[in-house]
């Protein structure tokens, strides 16, 4: 038995260990530095196996702060109670091997298994190896949540660490070897491919798993090829059969195509036919045909003067176009030389315009200064009779002061009028503004009173549509009716309204309340019985409880913490203050802080007060009627829902009556300004009169001034009129001279102008003579060119006719029979031969992509057959043996169990997979293992007998399981216990840790 210790090393396996004590202090590993969980191992002299762990050391791991473990070379049982730090070994083992966190189900930082309060903590183990042991450490940073590896006391990283336990085979994350306690109620969630991926890492072949990892990529590449080679196979014979479909109209298309092509020789070559026919009439055939050659030699020899002659007519025509563009050159100087002339002259006749312009306007001048001069004496004539004719108006003074001392007098008046119309104006903006605030009060006090009503109306519909009855008919009740008490309660503080919530039921908060029993059976005979509406009513009692005293004085209860009785927290209309007190006693109800309810055993002992509110509870306090004793019972107070809102009735009221009275000011204010603005118009209409009277009398008493001012005016306007003279003839013979100076300038411009235009005419007249010879040029230089063509088409059609017939007898029978056969030829598109063309290129390209597919398909089946072969024939003989194990171990449990291997379709090697079927009672079938068909002890023994069934064909190093007897029956896990410690305990057996919380059964072998 190999035992954990403080800080020493156990010199060998058979090491003896005590057992933990069961007391408190085992369950609070914090407070230990040497206390580990139980581990007995089984005694054996048999050497580890290559990989099997020697030591586990771990110093501020988890529960302990240092601690060393030595287990054996076959089973290792850790027993202890929980909190004992069982699974902190299991994860020391898997951290240590370079396990994911994440893996154990319990963090997913390195940093959260150190344990709490130390900055770093540290794991090492220790391999067996036959070369020598392997010691790999970690030390974990908490702060930066970092590993730091070592490899037998050297740095090194985790990817080498890796490496190095791969090499061994160790497969922390391998549920078949590695079954941690949280991940237990996973193993029974493997899927069949999961669990057989895992079975052949943890015990089959290295290259078992690697032939599969094959298989599965190349069926997914063979996939891949026979869909490519199907969509290309398929899109082949579409192509195919579209250009089978159309071959029989292309070779047609070509068959008449040779047809009319044979067609157009025959009707070339039978004039020739013609021809040789005539003159065989006069010669024979043979000096025909030698003088047709002699002529063919004459004309290839004739071709070549031709040729030069063509390149003299060129060069010619070069030279000719040349001259051409020179005198287009001279022409254009020529001509911009006119244009210069032109628009001399054109200037020069414009100046002479500008000089008679002058002259006209001088002219019409003259004209209009005599014709001025003619009115103002007219007007002088005028003004002196109309002055000979105006009277006297020196009387007229008195009338005009009198009038502008009425006119001072007017305008006081006005200003005073306007002074108080301003005064009025004043006074109504400030009346405005006044109504405007008041309005808006009143608007906010409403909406607060509307929030109460949305509450009442939200929760209690039957009762706010009874409030709404009653708004409309409140003529029909003789007293007062206060609508429900939710709506007249307003709350001093919002804070207090949980407090009259808590007291006063939901029932009586939406009552109604009246003072007369007859309206109150109005009300309801109305609202109950005519509208159906349910609604509670209540009658306040006829003496005023509102205003009763509390039995004890306020001052008595503040040393107690109470501030104030409930009465005191609201203010509601006397009816309803009254029918509260009477009913609730809410003025012998006091309210109490959290200072309260911290001495609430002595309020209740001395104050004797029946109901009692702390900051946050009500308490209800009675007396027994047998035994005397004080009983109380306190509840939490409910969140206030109704009451939060606070309306002022009176201040409302107040800003009513005080928007009466603005209105009432507002109106006798209007009414003023409307008899100022009366006067005023009165007044401005009498200022006009007088101010119109006053302009008369003036203008009257200015006229013979204002006239002698004018005919003073005119006189000496007209004097300066007379002397601004102008002698017109002066001007004409000026403007003349002028005139006749431009023409004799503008004759010398026009007779240059003619030279140059004569010299441009020369110009355009050669340059057409050039033209005329280059055109000459260029058709005889088209002539050779034809007859060249025609010489060159001569000696083709002569070799090309001595294979057709020659005779016309023979010309005309095939011309017959060729238009016969085109004939029959109808309905052809070119288009479908170029479309068909190009289908033949494509399909001789898919045609060699096909090929190298399939031979790539041909290639990857070869691969698979021969990787199958490998894979599928061991594998089948492995399940065989896990099987043959499995079910021997569930005959001995008297239940019934197997495994297989189970593919759908032998060629997805990527759907294979180990199906485990059960059976524990007799009466049943086999069932496969899943989450939901057994129970949690059923598949924690399935589990488990399915690890032990790989005990013995394992090739990994050691195997963990921790606490898997979770949920077996006492029966079912003796007998497991059992079956491992046999298993493990034969020979070739690799080493195996088992975790759990208690032994089990005694064992000899243990």
Not at 717 to 729: A, F, G, H, I, P
Not at 906 to 917: F, M, N
Request: proline content about 3%; overall charge positive; hydrophobic content about 30%.
């Amino acid at each position: 038995m190999a035992t954990p210790s403080r800080k020493t090393s156990t010199a060998s396996p058979q090491a003896s260990k005590r057992a933990l004590p069961r007391d408190p202090s085992s369950e609070v590993p914090s407070k230990r530095k040497n206390s580990a969980p139980q581990l007995p191992l089984l005694q054996s002299s048999r050497p580890f196996v290559e990989g099997s762990i020697v030591r586990i050391t771990m110093e501020n791991f988890l529960t302990y702060d240092i601690c060393e473990v030595s287990p054996g070379p076959h089973l290792n049982m850790i027993i202890g109670a929980n909190g004992t730090g069982k699974s902190s070994i299991v994860c020391a083992i898997c951290l240590g091997l370079a396990g994911k966190p994440a893996f154990m189900g319990r963090a997913d930082k390195v940093g959260f298994f150190v344990k709490r309060g130390c900055s770093k903590g540290m794991v090492e183990i220790e391999l067996f190896r036959a070369s020598g042991n392997l010691v790999i450490t970690r030390e974990i940073d908490v702060a930066k949540n970092q590993s730091f590896w070592f490899i037998n006391k050297k740095s090194t990283t985790q990817k080498v660490v890796e490496e190095q336990v791969a090499a061994l085979n160790i497969q922390v994350g391998n549920l078949c070897q590695f079954l941690p306690q949280d991940k237990v109620g996973e193993f029974a969630k493997l899927s069949k491919i999961e669990l057989l991926e895992a079975t052949e890492k943890s015990i089959g072949p290295p290259e078992m798993h690697r032939y599969h990892c094959e298989l599965k990529n190349f069926r997914e590449k063979e996939k891949q090829l026979e869909t490519s080679c199907k969509e290309k196979t398929e899109y082949l014979q579409k192509m195919v059969q579209r250009n089978e479909r159309y071959k029989q109209d292309v070779e047609r298309f070509y068959e008449r195509k040779r047809h009319l092509d044979l067609i157009e020789m025959l009707e070339a070559k039978r004039p020739w036919v013609e021809y040789e026919n005539v003159r065989q009439e006069y010669e024979e055939v043979k000096l025909v045909r030698d003088r047709v050659k002699e002529e063919v030699r004459k004309l290839k020899e004739g071709q070549i003067p031709m040729t030069r002659r063509i390149e003299e007519m060129e060069r010619e025509r070069h030279n000719l176009e040349a001259r051409i563009k020179e005198k287009a050159t001279d022409i254009k100087e020529a001509s911009q030389k006119c244009k210069q002339k032109q628009d001399v002259i054109e200037r020069k006749d414009k100046h002479i315009e500008e000089l008679q312009q002058a002259l006209t306007v001088k002219q019409n001048e003259e004209h209009d200064r005599q014709r001025r001069i003619s009115n103002i004496r007219k007007m002088i004539e005028d003004l002196q009779n109309e002055l000979k004719t105006t009277e006297n108006c020196e009387n007229l003074q008195p009338q005009i002061d009198a009038i502008t001392n009425d006119l001072r007098r007017i305008q006081d008046e006005k200003a005073l009028c306007e002074g108080e119309i301003i005064d009025k104006r004043r006074e109504r903006e400030t009346l405005e503004k006044e109504k405007k605030s008041v309005d808006d009060h009143i608007v906010r006090f409403d909406n607060l009173m509307n929030q109460k009503e949305d509450k009442l109306r939200q929760r209690f519909r039957d009762t706010y549509d009874a409030v709404l009855w009653l708004r409309n008919n409140r003529d029909k009740f003789k007293q007062r009716v206060c609508e429900p008490i939710m709506l007249t309660i307003n709350m001093k503080d919002n804070k207090n309204a949980k407090y009259i919530e808590n007291h006063i039921p939901s029932n009586d908060l939406r009552a109604f309340v009246f003072e007369s029993q007859e309206d109150m059976e109005v009300f309801l005979k109305e609202v109950r019985d005519n509208k159906k509406l349910r609604v509670n009513a209540v009658i306040a009692p006829k003496s005023s409880y509102a205003d009763r005293a509390p039995s004890r004085s306020l001052n008595e209860l503040k040393q107690y913490g109470f501030f104030s009785y409930l009465r005191e927290l609201f203010d509601a209309p006397d009816p309803v203050m009254s029918y509260l007190c009477c009913q609730y006693h809410i003025h012998e109800v006091p309210v109490g802080t959290e200072r309260t309810r911290e001495r609430i055993e002595r309020v209740i002992q001395e104050t004797r007060l029946k109901q009692i509110y702390t900051a946050e509870e009500k308490y209800v306090v009675k007396t027994s009627f047998y035994s005397n004793k004080v009983i109380s019972s306190n509840t939490s107070l409910k969140v206030a829902q109704f009451l939060t809102v606070t309306v002022d009735l009176e201040q409302r009221r107040h800003l009513e009556e005080q928007l009466k009275e603005i209105n009432r000011k507002l109106q006798a204010v209007e009414s003023g300004l409307i008899a100022l603005r009366e006067t005023s118009k009165h007044l401005e209409h009498k200022d006009n009169e007088l101010r119109q009277k006053k302009k008369e009398l003036l203008e009257r008493k200015t006229k013979k001034r204002q006239l002698e001012q004018k005919i003073s005016s005119k006189l000496g306007s007209l004097k300066l009129m007379e002397q601004d003279t102008c002698n017109l003839e002066e001007e004409e013979r000026k403007a003349s001279t002028k005139i006749r100076e431009i023409n004799v300038q503008k004759a010398k411009l026009v007779t240059e102008l003619t030279n140059l235009i004569k010299i441009c005419t020369s110009l355009h007249i050669q340059k057409v003579d050039l033209i005329l010879q280059n055109t000459t040029v260029i058709s005889e230089k088209n002539k050779l060119e034809s007859d060249y063509m025609a010489a060159s088409s001569q000696l083709r059609l002569t070799e090309v006719f001595q294979d057709l017939p020659n005779t016309l007898d023979e010309i005309d029978a095939l011309l017959i029979e060729e238009r016969s056969r085109a004939s029959c030829f109808t309905g052809l598109n070119p288009t479908i031969v170029q479309e068909y063309t190009k289908r033949e290129e494509e399909i001789e390209q898919l045609t060699e992509e096909l090929k190298g597919k399939k031979v790539e398909l041909d290639q990857y089946r070869e691969n698979i057959s021969q990787v199958k072969e490998r894979w599928l024939n061991p594998l089948k003989e492995l399940v065989e043996k896990i099987n043959e194990k499995f079910s021997n171990f569930f005959s001995s449990m008297q239940c019934a169990g197997e495994v297989d291997l189970h593919a759908e379709n032998e060629e997805d090697y990527d759907k294979y997979g180990i199906r485990i079927r059960v059976k524990f009672r007799s009466s049943t079938q086999l069932h496969e293992l899943t989450p939901h068909h057994q129970s949690g002890g059923e598949r924690s023994v399935s589990t488990m007998l399915y690890l032990m069934a790989l005990q013995e064909l394992n090739r990994c190093p050691f195997r963990v399981v921790d606490e898997i007897n979770q949920g077996m029956d006492p029966i079912n896990e003796r007998r497991v216990f059992e079956m491992v410690v046999n298993t493990a305990c034969k020979e070739n057996t690799s080493q195996y840790f088992f975790i759990t919380p208690k032994m089990i059964m005694k064992h000899t072998r243990l």
